[in-house]
């Protein structure tokens, strides 16, 4: 009683929320489609404080976050088959002492601990597979070059691994006399990242459109050899 204090939370978060993918294309029009897009987290915290004696207090403090996603990559919406899946892991430990070593003497100690492990994930076939929104899942990247906002297969930036571990330590000693008061301490932080950044991991293809082959006389028989699928008439 009146020595020792405890406080946790508990945060659960499932969002379901869309994209409209728009390919602003007279014939990759046809596959424009509204297709999911999810996040999920949990977040926990635990806190404890305590009165030691009568010149030691502390605490103890624990944070996790856990989430993951899949979503468009920040360049632009394009088809489903070429968004990432992102999973991150990040947590953080904090403890501090305050200990009185004289009526005008008081010191504060902390040291924290942070970690971050976060995965960026091209989509597998596997995790989209309605035709024909996803359509080149698990393929390499394609670009037409008459329909910019038409891209499918994987992203040309991922996979991506980041580790990261931060170690910090702080100790702040306050001095009073009379009116006047002097703080003094010093800092040592410690940041410890590793990252595996892959580019092009599979080739990327760019192909002629078929707005550029109707265009060109010289590609007419290409255009005319196309199923009538492909042909906007």
């Known amino acids: 009683k009146n020595r020792f204090f405890w406080f946790t939370n508990f945060e659960h978060n499932n969002q379901d929320g869309v994209f409209a993918v728009a390919n602003n294309h007279p014939i990759f029009s046809k596959l424009d489609i509204v297709y999911p897009s999810t996040l999920n987290f949990d977040l926990v915290n635990v806190r404890f404080d305590g009165n030691l004696n009568n010149t030691h207090s502390g605490f103890l403090r624990l944070s996790l976050d856990k989430n993951n996603n899949t ?10 088959s070429n968004w990432h899946v992102s999973r991150t892991v990040a ?19 902390r040291f924290a601990h942070g970690y971050l492990d976060n995965h960026l994930d091209p989509v597998k076939a596997g995790q989209c597979h309605a035709q024909p929104a996803c359509v080149g899942a698990g393929s390499p990247q394609i670009h037409i070059s008459d329909a910019p906002q038409f891209r499918i297969g994987l992203q040309s930036t991922v996979p991506k691994t980041i580790l990261q571990r931060t170690f910090q330590l702080v100790s702040n000693t306050a ?26 991991d599979q080739p990327q293809i760019v192909l002629w459109g078929p707005t550029e082959l109707q265009r060109s006389a010289q590609l007419t028989p290409l255009f005319d050899a196309l199923p009538a699928s492909l042909k906007d008439r």
């Open 175 to 200: 001095w009073h006399r009379g009116a006047h008061s002097l703080r003094f301490g010093g800092e040592w932080e410690h940041l410890r990242l590793n990252s595996v950044h892959k580019f092009y």
């Open 71 to 80: 979503a468009p990559p920040g360049g632009g919406v394009y088809m489903p």
């Open 91 to 109: 947590a953080q430990v904090q403890a501090g002492l305050t200990t009185v070593l004289t009526p005008r003497l008081v010191n504060d100690l």
